[in-house]
Every structure is written in C-alpha cells, then in structure tokens.
C-alpha cells in the first residue's frame, strides 16, 4: 500500500520565522509529490509540486525532494500568521494520488 | 468559470438509505477524483476517471459507486449507508498540459450517518 507520512504537529512558529514541514513516502515508483495547504473547513488547495531531485522555490516556499531518501520537505520563509493551516503532502504513482494526515501549522503573531 | 461546484453541502443519512453525492465542472478537464476525509486525517481516493465512460477504483471503493457519463459530471453514489461512511466527501476535478499535476477541489459535501 502506497503510503505518506508526515510529522503530525502541531508546529508553531513566531511571526517572521521559517516553518519546516517534512512527509516521507513508501512507493519508490511514485512519481511526482505535491504540498497543498487546507484552511480548517475547506477544500485543500495546491502549493507547490516537485518531481526532480533537488529543491523547487516559490515565492516564500521551498519544496525539497530526495528520492534516495524517500523524502520530501516545505519550507516556509517569513512565515505569516496567514499560513496558519494544515499542509498536507500527497504523491501519485500514474493517475491516483495517495495524502497524508497533514501537518497543522500556527503562526504566532 | 464556477470550477468544482458539489451538492449537497451537508447531509445527515440514516443508516441503510441511498444518496447521490453530485460533482460538475465547467473546465473541460478529464480526470476526476472522489475523495473522503475523516476528522484529522488525510484525503483517502475512493474513484477516479480518467474521461467520460471510464472510472477506476481508488484506496477505498467499497459502499460506493460512480459513473461518468459526461465529461462535466461524476456522481458518487452511496448504497446502504454505514456510519463508517460519515466524512467530509471532497470532489476534485485536473486537466493536461501546463497544469497537469494540480486537482482542483470542489467545497466538499459533509455526511452524517446515523
């Protein structure tokens, strides 16, 4: 069974701070890995995606994946109290997509 | 452009009865995704489609059913409810090309079955 997961938290970080976020992933055919950020009672929305080695930036995020290690990490920069929610981290493996528990994040003001 | 719409946004079931859980969207994308959550946990896939006339089992297919008729709408029918079947149903819909990797998620339609 295809499997992600992730530090379940919470993390609290202050205002201004870099928040880590870290899955590890049991499938070594899964192909791509995808953050995505869900506020509570909403739908999850999409982040970032990764599927190379090596680390993808965006603006105040970083995604890190390191398939030797099955291991793929978000890094938050300035981290606001607007980016208080729960990360989840998914890979797929072909057209099917497996999540993990999510992370719950509180930036502290 | 709506995106995902789902309806109902909530219901309450009893045990044993039926319902249709209703997804469209207006993006022309071909896949589709059924997901469930459950309270503090991740998204787990129940179906998906690939286009219309084709779906395809997930993690957790059983107590439910699909079809995908159109390319706009992919019902997820419940039959004989269970309380194990309470969770928050996500619908998420992707297309191709530049934005292949990203699922769109409708609002979700939140069940109770008791």
Known sequence: QKEVE???????????????????????GSQSFFWYRQYSGKSPEL????????????????????????????LIRDSQPSDSATYLCAGNTGNQFYFGTGTSLTVIP | ??????????????IGQ????????????NYMYWYRQDPGMGLKLIYY????????????????????????????????????????YFCASRGEGGSFYEQFFGPGTRLTVL
């Not at chain 2, 039926?18 to 994308?29: P, R, W």
């Open chain 2, 49 to 88: 489609s690939v286009g219309a006339g084709i779906t395809d089992k997930g993690e957790v297919p059983n107590g439910y059913n699909v079809s995908r008729s159109t390319t706009e709408d992919f019902p997820l029918r419940l039959e004989l409810a269970a309380p194990s079947q309470t969770s928050v």
């Open chain 1, 47 to 74: 982040i970032m995606f990764i599927y190379s080695n090596g680390d993808k930036e965006d603006g105040r995020f970083t995604a890190q994946l390191n398939k030797a290690s099955q291991y793929v990490s978000l």
């Open chain 2, 18 to 29: 039926s319902m249709t859980l209703q997804c469209t969207q207006d993006m022309n994308h």
């Open chain 1, 6 to 28: 992730q530090n379940s938290g919470p993390l609290s970080v202050p205002e201004g701070a870099i928040a880590s976020l870290n899955c590890t992933y049991s499938d070594r």
């Open chain 2, 1 to 14: 452009n709506a995106g995902v719409t789902q309806t109902p946004k909530f219901r309450i079931l009893k």
